[in-house]
């Protein structure tokens, strides 16, 4: 385009469109109309009848390349349009961000299999230590030992807030303490009244003066009991009860019995620590006058307290010449804070019997007791022991209701199922969903509590109160935590609180506790994906793909069975790209890649249409076969079957192998097609060779970085780029086969229109809106291999101009002019002549 080309051009009528280069499909017309031309001259004096009778051919042949234009548009459309609207959005970029995202919970070796063993009621390690790593067990009631109190006294940390606690009870004599399981809050009420109850110099030292409480009998017999005839003997004694609310008919204690109790204390001089779990029923004790939360322990604190604890019971007999204590103790500091060990721990922080087991296996190995393997293997084993504690038991209070029949609150307690199934419900939709939005993952809770609910008591419907959550203990007794930031909305960015578990041992954990242990949870649990399967939202469908992928490793014949095989029978694109991520993530595993290669394949030769489409999409992935030249053979076989019925899902999928390494191989086999002899072929590869401009890098539903060595990857920032301009800047040496196929698309009759607006969102993308540089450079790389030739220019002039008289969307005439010399060689720039002025100033 020259200078004095465009000056003409911008200010005119649109140009006509340049007459095309030789197509494929006006071949096949050549020889029909050296027929008609002979007929014609052999027959002039029905030359009115040969021309009309011609005529009607040439506008026969026109309709015939509209209706292949009007097919071959259809080939690149959006695979989810059929799901969403032709016009509407498609949320293959937010899924593939997803997918992305989600994919990181589940890297651990390659592998979901965290320990060697999912249930390890006591594992022995080494010569000399013998760790409990089941579930805790319950306490008796009693006095507490003075051994136990002096051990407490010397290996107890204070959490935030300690002495406001012990304020708190000490000017109250009563303290309702709410917290999580398993984050110390027992240690910290013995601690407390282990101080309170001190005596001073001059006074009386109690007998059993802290004692553990049976919750059986409740507040108000131990308030009797202080107030009863041997209530003397309690005077200045502290009493910790645990007070269990987690039974379907389990009721709080009201705030009269509180004022009982605590007048009664007053009157011994005595104190009285009740430890509750945080939740929706404990929410009136602790917002009342004698609640108080006990925040968990500093894990650096706790872990570095344990560990001196640990060295010193083994040193305390050390001979000369062994290692000091301090010197053991820093090693051992040291290798908690490697990289391996805290991957093997997998926890952000750690609760007072994590941090013990951790400290002793770590001190078994600074001392030679515990193999390094074995340490690893240890620390595999924390976050395991924890899923398995949240999962143990969890119904046995429903299991015992029937027997006691006679009772008249049976129903009441029956409809309590809910209630009790839905942390756990939260802790299993929290390790499918994480990373998602809050709501999204309460939600997901909420729909998998009916589910279990059912499973458990199918005779009953659910009751479920709608005004009971608790959003805080919900975060608190799944050990998880809120952050800041995005979900996406019909392609935009909104501001969202996203929900995490706090380690990334976690997910994995409660999966294979859930899928492993608990059998009769399957059936629910599978009824929940499939609903998940249908949410419109990415952050929800696409986590829950990745997560079904990780339970079919733990059971592919169960997880192919009910849940891969009929969602890949679904008539809804999203349920069948579903099921392609599932076998994905499940290919990801040494151990299953080769029966999901198989899998594939046999879908590919002999599958129902929807088993190829989820086929293709597997295929895509660059893990569902053997090899590149496997899979494009796999996805040609799906193109081109039933006169090219899955060319679009086929292209598409082409199209998102080019960021794997093979990118070359991909581009010669595109090419192969596009001169194929059989049509299907043909349009397999022109359908591909459009995507590439048509698909950003963020709707692959790939993750183009996995695929470098380098961490740093050029794709990083180029997510909203076409392919092909991504291809173009970060691999110069593909540009010259995809200009060579842009061409060929360009060239082809039943291609050149949907190429040619292709070709158009590639210009009109060298810039933003803003005025800032977007795809420039990857356009500066290939639009030089693409106008080579006087015809290509022309065609490229042509454009630019239609552009620029563009009644909605004019392109500027400096843009237009920047993107001409961007094409053209700039030694081509015609020169202009100097002026007087410029002579006369140099």
Known sequence: MSDDEQAGGAGGDAPEEPAGGRSSDDDKHDKRERHGQDDGDSGRENSAEAEGEEAEKEKERERERE?????????????????????????LAAAARTRRAVRTLFEVGGDLNRIDRSYINRAHIGDNINLLLGARRALRSGPVPEDELRRLRRAHVEPEGYVRLRTALRARRLLVLGAAPGTGRTSTALSLLDEVT????????????????????????????????????????????????????????????????????????????????????????????????????????????????RLEERTGQAREGDTPLDELLARAERLAGGDEVTEAVGLDDLRPAEAELLASLLAGHVVGDVPYDDLLSGCRSIAAGQAQEWFAGVDRALTALPAEAERADLGRARSGTATLFHPVAFRIALAVLGGASHSAVAAAAHLLTWELSVQSDPDSTPARPLFCDDPEADVALSRAHLSDGKVDVDGHDVPARLIYYRGSALPSAVLTEL????????????????????????????????????????????????????????????????????????????SHRRTVHRLVGDWSRKGTASQRWTAAWALGYGNAAAT???????????????????????????????????????????????????????????????????????????????????????????????????????????????????????????????????????????????????TRPGLAALLPALATEEHDRRRLDWLLRRMMNDPEKPLPEPRARDLWWLAVDPEERPRRESTREEERHG
């Open 515 to 590: 899928w492993d242990r608990h059998f009769p949870v399957r059936a629910p649990v599978v009824r929940w994906l499939r609903l998940l399967a249908d949410d419109p939202r990415s952050q929800v469908w696409m986590r829950a793909a990745v997560a079904a992928g990780e339970l079919c490793v733990r059971d592919f014949d169960h997880g192919y069975t009910e849940l891969v095989r009929p969602l890949a029978e679904s008539t809804t694109n999203r349920r069948l790209i579903f099921a392609a991520t599932t076998l994905d993530q499940a290919a990801g595993h040494d």
């Open 67 to 91: 209706r292949a234009a009007g097919r071959f548009k259809a080939y690149t459309r959006d695979p989810l349009a059929e799901d969403e609207g032709e016009e509407g959005p498609t949320d």
């Open 628 to 774: 590149t030249d496997d899979t494009l053979d796999a996805l040609a076989r799906i193109g081109v079957r039933d006169d090219g019925e899955l060319v679009s899902v086929a292209s598409h999928n082409v199209v998102r192998l080019l960021v794997l390494p093979d990118a070359a191989e991909v581009l010669a086999r595109m090419a192969e097609w596009t001169h194929h002899k059989r049509e299907p072929y043909q349009d397999l590869g022109l359908a591909a060779t459009v995507r590439l401009s048509l698909t950003t890098v963020d709707e692959l539903l790939m993750d183009p970085d996995a695929q470098l060595d380098d961490s740093a990857s050029p794709w990083g920032d180029r997510g909203d780029w076409p392919v092909s301009l991504a291809l173009a800047a970060i691999r110069p040496g593909l540009v010259e086969p995809m200009a060579d196929l842009m061409w060929t698309a360009l060239n082809t009759a039943r291609s050149k229109d949907v190429a040619m607006d292709a070709l158009e969102e590639l210009l009109r993308s060298a810039e933003r809106k803003d005025g800032t540089e977007w």
């Open 198 to 309: 001190t005596p001073t110099a001059d006074g009386p030292e109690p007998v059993d003066r802290v004692r553990r409480v049976d919750s059986e009998g409740g507040i108000r017999q131990l308030a009797e009991t202080l107030d009863g005839d041997g209530g003397q003997a309690w005077r200045g004694t502290g009493h910790l009860l645990e007070l269990s609310l987690t039974r379907p008919d389990a009721l709080p204690p009201d705030e009269m019995d509180l004022d009982e109790l605590a007048a009664a204390l007053a009157r011994r001089e005595a104190f009285a620590v009740i430890v509750v779990t945080v939740g929706s029923a404990a929410n009136p004790l602790l917002a009342g006058r004698y609640g108080m939360l006990c925040p968990p322990a500093p894990t650096g604190e706790l872990l570095t307290t344990r560990l001196r604890e």
